[in-house]
């Protein structure tokens, strides 16, 4: 198996095992043979350990092993990044001198001084979230939001961390049973932030699926109205972009469930048929049979009134 195979594979199955791909991650390391794939092995080790299990000096120690291996250069950009996930495990532990030193070791000359660090607190501020400590998650996020005002260009990568971070913050908080109010805040200027960022770091397909989002965050939020104009305008991209059938698919189920939050039956109902209507299109097997179970959920929802 080689490295890359290894660590799909644990992208993969991380989601519904964490602890299962958290203990064969010591097997990757004969693998990591390289400046980049030593990277990889440790973005993987940080997401899990940290964003999934909260073992942050678990994690560290891992970093650790990776640190000492022969192909690592801490002069790369590559061996920068694992001391920058470093930080980030230190910061969620609440270490801040240990999170300097961390930081210290990822400067970039070519780069904003604040680069690294909204790197840093914006993988920090969604690994937050997720454990449930959002007053933490909100000061993260907002301060990495503050440093960013240098205006982060395409060939920053803190602004695609920023749009990362913004999608996965909102979209996992949209899951999340019950919401406060203070919850609900960060769920929508999360879903705002990865809007903004993407136009900055992306193209028009994550623009697009950046206003879905925003449309599921709204809707989460009770607010329907700004979820209906959030769904036109991902279907007025997707058209405007040869409407590929898997993303008019999510752009019509957004309008139907925009329009069902209004109580709009009969829009609700169009839109779902115009996205029944283009699954057939959706050349990926394994895409289109999610597709359907998606639909069959709208169904549900619209037949639930």
């Not at 240098?150 to 999340?176: C, K, S, V």
């Amino acid at each position: 198996m080689t490295l890359d195979e290894f660590v799909g594979q644990g992208w993969n199955d991380h989601g519904a095992d964490p602890q299962a791909v958290w203990n064969r991650l010591p097997e990757g390391i004969p693998l990591a043979d390289t400046s980049l794939g030593i990277a990889q092995l440790a973005n993987l080790a940080t997401h899990v350990s940290g964003e999934h299990l909260g073992r942050w000096d678990d994690g560290l120690a891992f970093l650790d092993r990776l640190i000492d291996l022969p192909h690592f250069d801490p002069e790369k950009p590559e061996g920068k990044a694992v001391h920058r996930l470093g930080a980030v495990l230190h910061y969620c532990a609440g270490r801040p001198a240990e999170t300097e030193a961390r930081l210290a070791r990822t400067q970039d000359p070519n780069r904003n001084p604040s680069s690294s660090r909204v790197r840093m607190l914006a993988v920090a501020s969604s690994a937050l979230a997720q454990h449930r400590r959002t007053e933490e998650a909100m000061a993260a996020f907002q301060e990495a939001l503050s440093l960013a005002s240098y205006g982060p260009d395409a060939g920053d990568p803190a602004a695609q961390a920023l749009a990362i971070t913004g999608n996965n913050l909102a979209a996992e908080m949209e899951t999340r049973a019950e919401l406060n109010d203070e919850e609900k805040a960060l769920m929508l200027r999360a879903a705002e932030v990865g809007r903004k960022y993407w136009e900055i770091a992306g193209n028009w397909m994550n623009v697009e699926r950046a206003e879905y989002r925003l449309a599921m965050s709204n809707l989460r939020a009770g607010r329907e109205e700004h979820a209906l104009r959030h769904a036109e305008t991902c279907l007025r991209i997707v058209e405007e972009n040869g409407t590929p059938a898997g993303e008019l698919f999510f752009a019509q189920e957004a309008l139907a469930k925009s329009h069902h939050a209004l109580g709009q039956s009969e829009a609700a109902h169009s839109a779902r048929d115009a996205a029944s209507g283009v699954l057939a299109s959706i050349e990926d097997e394994g895409f289109r049979q999610y597709c359907q179970g998606e639909l069959a959920k709208l169904d549900a929802a619209l037949a639930a009134v």
